[in-house]
């Protein structure tokens, strides 16, 4: 009978507190979002799970610290030698690299610029958060960054300056991401006309061999000799990119956007998941973090929009563009390019599809998002 006692004394159902519990149910309603809605399925269901299995007592699966002193879980391990010195992130760059075709944005240069302004949320984040609501430096930071709408740069970011709230932020940033479809067109339909929503794109012109081999390179030398601190992830998207359109690493690129990033992705999910204890997640923090990453995503949005529009002021009218391609500047890839040309093409009965316009300042967004993280790490970190 002591046995028995003892057992249960020990038992994971007689150290659960009402945290847990709620962690469980916020756990499950990712896994549901992931599988009934479809909503970013490759990250939200390994964080979800790992929100659950972190907050079961005594089972050794959290990443940050163990229950009442016990000794270090599984997912700690994974998050001590793959997110804490930086490298699971970058890793997935390899792989988004390989997977990403910069052409769109070489035949339409002047879209960069789009990919740049569609930053403004972060930094209007990071801002407000700092000085409205009390938050340090490195975490507004942390914050502001899921304004770039790029779950790897968030968690790459967080891990170094507010590791604390590491796992509502990687929350935010993918929800956001997955929420694309809705935030999006209700901004873009307050802010575009409808004679702006029918502005039709040409056909770019076409992009050599020499210019996708050299952009890769040149953008990656560059930007890291401008910025050191964007280095890991810049040069590891820029390397996967290399890859791919050399022409001569079959092998690698289709390792690096295939199988290697799927594992990298198992282990991510789960590590920032199980960062998620209870005790720490549920608190006004998690709140504050969740709204202000909403308004910094929206704010993105708005300036991709507000500069696209600004650009036609000073474009000749065979030139123009259309404005609604501005808010595929965040780094949702390529879902925030389909969702305008979802938006116009249903806004012009179809005439008017600007898909391969749309994915020029998407993938200006990975950079800018990546670049702008280098700035907060060389300023903050």
């Known amino acids: 009978m002591e046995a028995l006692t003892r057992l249960i004394g020990e038992s994971g159902f007689a150290g659960l507190i009402w945290q847990n519990v709620v962690m469980f149910l916020v756990g499950g309603v990712l896994i549901y979002l992931a599988v009934k809605k479809e909503y970013e399925p490759l990250l939200l269901i390994p964080i979800g799970f790992g929100a659950i299995v972190a907050n079961l007592p ?16 599984l997912m700690q391990y994974v998050y001590e030698l793959g997110i804490r010195p930086e490298f699971l992130p970058p890793v ?27 930053q403004l949320g972060i930094f209007v984040a990071a801002l407000g958060a ?17 304004g770039g ?92 990119n290399l890859l791919r359109e050399s022409g001569v690493t079959d092998r690698l690129s289709k390792t690096a956007g295939g199988p290697l990033i799927n594992i990298v992705t ?44 600004f650009l036609n002021l000073i474009l000749p009218a065979e030139k123009k563009i259309n404005p609604c391609i501005g808010a595929a500047g965040v780094s949702a890839v390529p879902m925030a390019a389909r969702v305008v040309q979802g938006f116009v093409s249903e806004q012009t009965n179809g005439r008017v599809n600007p898909l391969m316009a749309a994915m020029g300042p998407n993938v200006a967004g990975v950079i800018g998002s990546a670049v702008a993280a280098g700035v907060f790490l060389a300023l903050l970190g």
């Open 92 to 118: 997935v760059f390899l792989g988004v690299g390989a997977l990403t075709d910069f052409r769109p944005l070489l035949a339409r240069p002047i879209t960069f610029l789009l990919g740049a302004s569609a």
């Open 130 to 146: 700092f000085y409205l609501f009390g938050y340090s430096p490195q975490e507004a930071a942390s914050i502001g960054i899921i």
């Open 266 to 309: 198992i282990f991510l999910g789960l590590t920032v998941g199980s960062t998620m204890l209870g005790e720490n997640f549920l608190s006004a923090k998690t709140l504050g973090i969740l709204v202000l990453g909403l308004f910094a995503f929206c704010f993105s949005t708005f300036g991709g929009v507000v500069f696209a529009k």
């Open 149 to 240: 709408a790029d779950g790897p740069t968030s968690i790459y970011l967080a891990s170094q300056l507010a590791p604390e709230l590491l796992g509502a932020i990687a929350v935010a940033a993918y929800s956001y991401m997955a929420l694309v479809p809705i935030i999006q067109p209700p901004i873009m339909r307050l802010l575009i006309t409808k004679k702006e929503r029918q502005i039709a794109m040409p056909q770019a012109k076409p992009v050599s061999k020499t210019a996708v081999i050299l952009f890769p390179i040149l953008t990656g030398v560059f930007a890291s000799l401008a910025i050191p601190a964007c280095a890991p992830l810049l040069g590891m998207l820029m390397f996967g």
């Open 58 to 73: 005594h089972a050794l699966m959290g990443s940050v610290h163990s229950f009442h002193g016990e000794e270090p879980g």
